[in-house]
């Protein structure tokens, strides 16, 4: 027996979302059949909606409704400082932070000659031609501490320097609330190069 | 710093599914804004359809496209044997083992005075009504080896048995493949009751 044809496509949608496979998507489908109407009517329009009405800021390339993002119309914000992240949700993740008052830039991807993503693939002219055209004093370069978000982060450094602007990188560590004794060993020699006056 | 609205209302229906918190419902709608716009188009007609499209069969309770669900309409199956399943996902449990060609009985739910739930929520009442109008010979009742379970089994027994049908009760006993070493003594105190001559 197979399941009716409803529940094998929306078995089959959820299987297309990562870290779900065929058991997690069957229970899914089942779950939504016993939905308020309500609630899968909004769910089946939010989905249309994040295709419709998102598109990438023409400044930075964050995800926004409008052609440019809040953060790059906020007048109150600093214009002389950029953060380059890899994704949009990065931009949210340092938001959280309720810290930092400059730009952002978006990649949307990073470096990884493996894939074949070229400095062509991913959000970097753009970048680049902010930098010529506005003050920028200090790229703060917060692409993840991966292999290939170090190499992208030292592409951009040997890139933007040569133009006198100041670029840093996020500080390795050890996180906050951790243990010594579960941290590996790159952490814990980055820590150590790291470490500071007290 | 919020969300765009199209996000927060996505990440927000993707949180009504079970096991799925705030985190993994911000990284679904994430992935979901790079995805195909015709796999997410697709996926939000699945949704709609599952709750358009779906029916309870009209003779056993089990999830449909049509009035009579592919199972009863089967000519070829046994008609005097019914197996009592809580939910329309244990049809298709039950069907997957390719050696049951009876018929089946979906309860949609199990009784649960804690809950509230008495023999009038679920689908008792059709039961009884196949049971005097069909000529029906065996009553398998399969519902899940829980507490609630058991009561239901042992509820719907009491109220079958008196009409002369044969009420059966799935086996309990070790998992095909595990380890007794890892077997919990109630499961293992079944399997010893319920031991057979080899």
Known sequence: MHYPTP?????????????????TAARLAFYTIDM?????TEFAKALISVKRDLHYCDVCGNITESAVCSICQDTSRDKSV?????ESKDVMSMEKMREYRGQYHVLHGVLSPMDG???DDINITSLIQRLHN??????II???ATTEG??????????IKPAGIKVTRLAHGLSV????????EVTLLKAVEGRREM
């Open 82 to 86: 950029v953060l380059v992240v890899e």
């Open 177 to 184: 609330g951790s243990d010594i004794e579960y941290a590996d």
């Open 7 to 23: 529940i094998a496509k929306l078995i089959e949608s959820y299987m297309k979302l990562p870290g779900i496979g065929a058991k």
């Open 117 to 119: 993503t070229g400095p």
């Open 134 to 139: 506005d003050e920028i004093n200090e790229v």
């Open 142 to 144: 917060a692409t993840n």
């Open 36 to 40: 308020k109407e309500d609630d899968v």
């Open 150 to 159: 170090e190499a992208t982060a030292m592409y951009l450094s040997r890139l």
